[in-house]
């Protein structure tokens, strides 16, 4: 499930692609007016995602911009959309917009189609797993998945992952694998995020996968992957996904 909500620029405003720890804020303070505080503390998944805010352009006052939120969980998607039109502004950072409109839909997979990355996907290996895909870990502790490592360590983990959230909030086994048909690299991107006491710069990448729904619970997976999000960071706006055409 999704909402939408359509933003307002208040002035004119930069664009900033390190804007990711701003924005997740603002979509904890609303998960917390909401009645979901404890989000903020779930491990290893939160079941939450976000747009980034888009068209990603800088603003002249008066332009409107979109932000997308999306959960498995139809009631979080309903609390957190009456909280959001009842403000009167969001204010990601020095980012200041009005809220205009906000409304929910749903994204169900088609039997068989594509999905798109909204923002990039990361993906993150600890030093002896990298070792055995003959990834160098070099000094890190965590490695990113990079475009010149191999495109089965990108797939491995990201079903893994994708399988792991299935199990985990269906609470019964993740049906087999492979759960995507084909898939196009788009697109590696380096995002610096801002925190207060440090900065940290994320390598993420771009893709369209093919996937195919012969069955109810390859449906059921397939919409997980567009309602918690691809691949790690899902709450700091990482991993969202579209539809191909949409």
């Known amino acids: ?81 009456k909280v ?25 997979p088609e039997k068989s189609g594509t999905m798109i990355t909204g923002t990039p996907i990361v993906i993150r290996f600890g030093r002896d797993e990298a070792k055995e895909y003959g990834i160098d870990p070099e000094e890190y502790d965590k490695v990113y998945w990079k475009k010149d490592h191999p495109s089965e360590a990108f797939i491995d983990h990201l079903e893994q992952n994708l399988a792991a959230k299935y199990e985990r909030y269906y609470k019964r086994d993740a049906p087999e694998r492979p759960y995507f048909s084909g898939y196009k690299l788009r697109k590696q991107i380096s995002v610096p995020l801002h925190y207060k006491d440090k900065k940290v710069t994320v390598i993420g990448t771009n893709w369209e996968l093919d996937y195919e729904c012969p069955d109810r619970e390859m449906f059921r997976i397939i919409k997980l992957a567009y309602d918690t999000g691809l691949g790690e960071l899902n709450t700091t706006g990482f991993g969202f996904m579209n539809k191909v055409g949409d």
């Open 84 to 108: 959001v039109r009842q403000r009167e502004k969001i204010e990601p950072g020095p980012r200041q917009f009005e809220v205009e409109e906000t409304s929910s839909f749903d994204l169900n």
């Open 1 to 81: 499930m999704r909402f939408i909500s359509k933003l307002r620029a208040v002035k004119n405003q930069v664009y900033d692609s390190a804007y990711h720890v701003d924005l997740q804020g603002v979509i904890y303070d609303i998960l917390k007016e909401a009645g979901y505080k404890e989000i903020h503390d779930k491990s290893p998944f939160k079941f939450l995602t976000f747009s980034n805010i888009f068209p990603p352009e800088d603003m002249e006052k008066g332009d409107m911009r979109n932000l997308i939120v999306s959960s498995p969980s139809e009631e979080i998607i309903k609390e957190m959309k």
